[in-house]
Antibody, heavy 117, light 107 residues
């Protein structure tokens, strides 16, 4: 069965960067794009961007352009999301999700990133 | 960006009730709309895609309809497992955006 397993919770100081991983199993990793979606406490879900795992092409929400980088390691079946210049408003649960026709068909368990001085 | 607005924000209902949640888009999104269910501390789960197509494994008491700017998610005969928060999401144009959520509570 399809599984996405994310790395553990992180605590970062303002201005730092965080890199979250998402290890996929149960399907051919290069076949489907991976998205990143975040959810701040009590807020709606927010799409950040995605990667075409096959060719490495990316598309980001303009809100995060310049601060977010999504990469993948096909040999490890793992996608990564790095967010830089962190601020308190970036405190959120970050999810990876496998694409299923431009919807989020399978989700990771989420990674809590806390930004605090 | 396309704004997605759900109503109501909170809905109280009883087991066995039929409920409807509405989602409005700030501009036409054709049928490029999905619905998700989220329980506390868990990742969202895909229920409906392309406005009315039921995701595999999702009970048939869930149904979606609409096109353009107005969409609905209906749940017939509520079950205890259905009490959760529901989100709509458009994927007509970037950035893909979500509604603010509708919390379905037990009356």
């Amino acid at each position: 069965q399809v599984q996405l397993v994310q790395s553990g919770a992180e605590v970062k100081k303002p201005g730092a960067s965080v890199k979250v991983s998402c290890k996929a199993s149960g399907y051919t990793f290069t076949t489907y794009p991976i998205h990143w979606v975040r959810q701040a406490p009590g807020q709606r879900l927010e799409w950040m961007g995605w990667i075409n795992v096959g060719n490495g092409n990316t598309k980001y929400s303009q809100k995060f352009e310049g601060r977010v980088t999504v990469t993948r390691d096909t040999s490890a079946s793992t996608a990564y999301m790095e967010l830089s210049s962190l601020r308190s408003e970036d405190t959120a649960v970050y999810y990876c999700a496998r694409d299923g026709g431009e919807v989020f068909q399978y989700w990771g368990q989420g990674t809590l990133v806390t930004v605090s001085s | 960006d396309i704004q997605m607005t759900q109503s109501p924000s909170t809905l109280s209902a009883s087991v066995g009730d039929r409920v409807i949640i509405t989602c409005r888009a700030s501009q036409s999104i054709s049928s490029w709309l999905a619905w998700y269910q989220q329980k506390p501390g868990k990742a969202p789960k895909l229920l409906i895609y392309k406005a009315s197509s039921l995701e595999s494994g999702v009970p048939s008491r869930f149904s979606g309809s609409g096109s353009g700017t107005e969409f609905t998610l209906a749940i017939s005969s509520l079950q205890p497992d259905d009490f959760a928060t529901y989100y709509c999401q458009q994927y007509n144009s970037y950035p893909w955006t979500f509604g603010q959520g509708t919390k379905l509570e037990i009356k």
